[in-house]
DNA sequence: GGATGACTTGGACGACTGCCCAAGTCAAGT
DNA sequence: ACTTGACTTGGGCAGTCGTCCAAGTCATCC
C-alpha cells in the first residue's frame, strides 16, 4: 500500500513514455534503449525498472500514447478548414512540420506487428484511424470509402518522407480529390 | 590480385544477402545479427567479414536486391492480366501468399531513411515502384498519376499488413479502380 | 523520535552485438 | 616438391543491451 509518494508513480511513467517518444522521433525506434530513454529524461537508469516492470512494458504504452497524440493532432489540424482542399493542405503542412512523428507512426507499426503482444495495438491504431478518417469525410461531406482515404494518405506520407517533395505529395493528394470529388453529393 | 579461388567471391556475397532476405523477412530487420545471417547461410560467423567490409555493406546490397525482387515479381505477377481488375486481384493475391517480403519492404524503407548513406537508396527504390506503376497503366491503359496509384497501392498493403482483411484490401482497391475508371480512355 | 515503507542510487550481472586475429587448410603456379 | 596466397577456422575482443540488487535517503505515521 502505498502511503503518499512524493511524487505520482504515474507522473514518473507518463513522463518516460513521453522521453521515449522523443528520443524515437529523434533517433529511430532501433535507438531508444532504457538507457537512452532514461537519459533523455533526466533520471538514472536504474529507476526505469522501478517504474516499468520491463522495456516491453513501457512499449506499450508508448504505442498507446503514440496513436492518442497522432490522431488527435491530425484531426485537429484537419478539422479546422472546411473543404476538402484546405483539409488536404492542412494534412501536408502537418506532415512538413512534424515529419518525424509520421515516421515514428510507421516504425511503431513496423515493430507492434513484429511484436507478439502488441498486434492487436497496431490493429487498435489503425482503427482510430479509420474513425478518424470517416470523421473528416463527414464534415467534409464526401462520400468516399474512409479505407481509401486513409490508404491514400498513408501512402502519399510514405512516399514524402522518402523524397520529401512537398509539390508533389499536394498534388498526389489533390488528384485524388478531384476524382472523388465527382461522386460528391 | 586473385589467382583463381576455389568458389567465386561473388557467389558467396550473393549466398549471404539471399540469407539475409530469408532472416529478415522471418524475423524482422532487427533479428537480422551477423551471426543469424551465416548461421542462415550454412557458414561461419567468421566468413562473414571476409566476404563484406562491414555489415552496412552488406545491408546496402540487401536494399538493392530488395527492390529489384520486388519490381519484377510484382509486376510480372500485375502483367499477366489485361485489364485494371485481374491486375488489382493478382496483386492481392501477391500481397496474400508473400506477406513478409511485402512487409520486408516497409522495414527496409525505414532502416534505408534512418541510415544517412542508405537514403539515397530508398529514393531509388521508390522510383523503381513508380516507374512500374507507370508501366502497367500504360499496359492497362488508364490515366492516372502514377504517384496516386502507387500511394493507394502502398496504404491498402499497409493496412492489409495490420488487419489481414483480404475483402477489404480488395474492395478498397476496386472503389478506387472504378473512380478512375471513368477518367479512362 | 523511532519505525515503516516508498523511492533512489551506483554498480554489477550475463547475454548479445559487430568486428578482428593468429593459426590452419588446400588448390594453383613454379 | 615446394612456395604462394586465397580462403577457413575457432576463439576472443570491447562495447552495449535489458535487468537486477544491496545499500542508501527521506517523508510519513505511531
Redesign the pocket.
Known sequence: ?????????DD?RRELVEAALRVMARDGVG??????ITTEAG????????CF????ELLHEVVQAMVGNQVTSVLAAVRSGGDVGSALRAYCQHLVENPEQHQLSYELTQYALRTPGLAELAAQQYESYLNGAAEVMAVVGARVPARLVVAVIEGVTLQWLVDHDDAAALATLYSFAEQFGQRAA
Request: proline letters at 7%.
Open positions: 500500500m502505498p502511503t503518499r509518494p512524493r511524487r505520482s508513480s514518473r535507438a531508444a534503449t532504457t538507457r537512452a533520471m538514472t537508469q536504474s529507476r526505469f525498472h522501478y516492470r520491463s522495456k516491453a
